[in-house]
């Protein structure tokens, strides 16, 4: 069945840095979503992906859908404490049946 | 948030008994899930339904059962639970944004299984 893979697991960084983490699916996807799971909480949808190598901004992230749409990145600028949390990729695939297949995460800390 | 409650929210149970979750929903969506999250393994989907009586099985449904008798309920049950079991267990629903679906999380339920 379709697997998707994200790396790194954990991410620890100095408050400042910039932060990525990469997401890959073994089939193509018709789309691609961003979660965000603060900890302690539940998961918060951030954004979608649906077009071949489309970029959405909001604020200091940046996301990217590859242009096989099988492969997606999510880049912090200058990362915050207030973005300490675990971030989540989900994807749809283009075939079979159309269920929300999630990565496993990056949970992101961050040294004030 | 999306009108969402779970219960309850925290739950000690031990091995063999039968437990039960809640999913609540304001909004009348059609589509609802329910996942279980353990480390490493990030969200797993169990069980989801696109309507009244109607389910199917999501990744790791074995142990698991399900039941959506109206609308705004869909339940959760652990027949005979089991240590295997412990885990944080969230419900979601689907909405339709730019004609594709994404999810919105309830708060979550702790259940440990002793």
């Known amino acids: 069945g379709q697997q998707v893979m994200q790396i790194p697991q954990y991410q620890h960084v100095q408050e400042g840095e910039d932060f990525t983490t990469y997401c890959n699916s073994s089939?193509?996807?018709?789309?691609i979503q961003w979660y965000k799971q603060r900890p302690g909480g539940h998961p918060v949808f951030l954004i979608q992906?649906?077009?071949?190598?489309e970029v959405k901004k909001q604020k200091r992230l940046t996301f990217q859908f590859g242009e096989a749409k099988k492969n997606s990145s999510l880049h912090i600028t200058a990362t915050q404490t207030t973005d300490v949390g675990t971030y989540f990729c989900?994807?749809?695939?283009?075939?079979?049946?159309?269920?929300?297949?999630f990565g496993q995460g990056t949970r992101l800390t961050i040294n004030p | 948030d999306a009108g969402i409650t779970q219960s309850p929210r925290h739950k000690v149970t031990e091995t063999g008994t039968p437990v039960t979750l809640r999913c609540h929903q304001t909004?009348?969506?059609?589509?609802m899930y329910w996942y279980r999250q353990d480390p490493g393994h990030g969200l797993r989907l169990i069980h989801y339904?696109?309507?009244?009586?109607?389910?199917d099985k999501g990744e790791v449904s074995d142990g698991y059962s399900v039941s959506r008798s109206k609308t705004e309920d869909f339940l959760l049950t652990l027949e005979s639970a089991t240590s295997s079991q412990t885990s944080v267990y969230f419900c979601?629903?689907?909405?339709?944004?730019?004609?594709?679906?994404?999810?919105?999380f309830g708060p979550g339920t702790r259940l440990l299984v002793l």
């Open positions: 089939t193509t996807l018709s789309n």
């Open positions: 979601a629903i689907g909405r339709n944004r730019q004609r594709q679906e994404t999810q919105y």
């Open positions: 989900a994807g749809l695939s283009s075939q079979g049946a159309q269920k929300l297949v």
């Open positions: 992906l649906v077009k071949s190598g």
């Open positions: 339904s696109y309507g009244v009586k109607d389910t």
């Open positions: 909004e009348n969506h059609r589509y």
